[in-house]
Every structure is written in C-alpha cells, then in structure tokens.
C-alpha cells in the first residue's frame, strides 16, 4: 500500500486548506485512516481518523472543531479539511493506514503500519 499525502503549503493564520491523501489500492476502503502530525521538536501528534466507511469520525482534543476529515472511497483518497489556521498548527501532515488488527487506541502512532510521505503545512502569524 503507498500513500501519497499533498496539499501542503504556507497559509496565513485564519486561513484554510484542505490535505489529501491518496492511496494505491483497491481496497483502500476497508480501512481506518489516520492524519498525524509533528511539528518541530515535538512528538507525532493526533490528528483526525475515519473508519472505511467514513461513516465515523475522530478528532485530536486540540483541534477545537477547525478540521474535518472526509473520504471518498471511489477516489482512493481521504481529505483534511483545515480551517480557521493557527500558527501552531504549523507542522508535517502524514497520514497512515491503520492496523486492522491492532486492538489499541485509533489515537496512537502504533497503530498505523502504512505512512505516506508527509506535507508541510506552515502558518503564519
């Protein structure tokens, strides 16, 4: 399975953009996928997952309601809809694939065996 995460750039704070992450295989839609991300010094953090069907949902406690993630299984590709950007938001974005028998939290690093590169995300103040 490869992963192809884009949709990176610099954005001023209040601003938007939406990451994509793009995958391989056909049957992309039997799996949980996760955003991450890890900003400079810090550890990989959280972001957002949503189960295969995208029927369900998941969101970091930081986010405060600016992100959504979405997916659109006939595409191969899950989205990151990124709102209302702060500064601290600035980071690498990677999204992953997880586990499907993995019994641990969906919130955990651990439990994505496929990583896609990463994009830069950088906001300024």
């Keep these: 399975v490869q992963l192809q995460a884009s949709g990176g750039g610099l954005v001023q704070a209040g601003g938007s953009l939406r990451l994509s992450c793009a995958a391989s295989r056909r049957t992309f839609s039997s799996y949980y996928i996760g955003w991450f991300r890890q900003a400079p010094g810090k550890e990989r953090e959280f972001v957002a997952a949503i189960s295969g069907s995208g029927g ?70």
Excluded at 72 to 89: G, H, I, R
């Design 56 to 125: 369900d949902t998941y969101y970091g406690d930081s986010l405060e309601g600016r992100f959504t993630i979405s997916r659109d299984n006939a595409k191969n590709t899950v989205y990151l809809q990124m709102n209302s950007l702060k500064p601290e938001d600035t980071a690498v974005y990677y999204c992953a694939r997880k586990n499907p028998y993995y019994s641990g939290s969906y919130t955990h690093a651990s439990a994505y065996d496929y990583w896609g590169q990463g994009t830069l995300v950088t906001v300024s103040s």
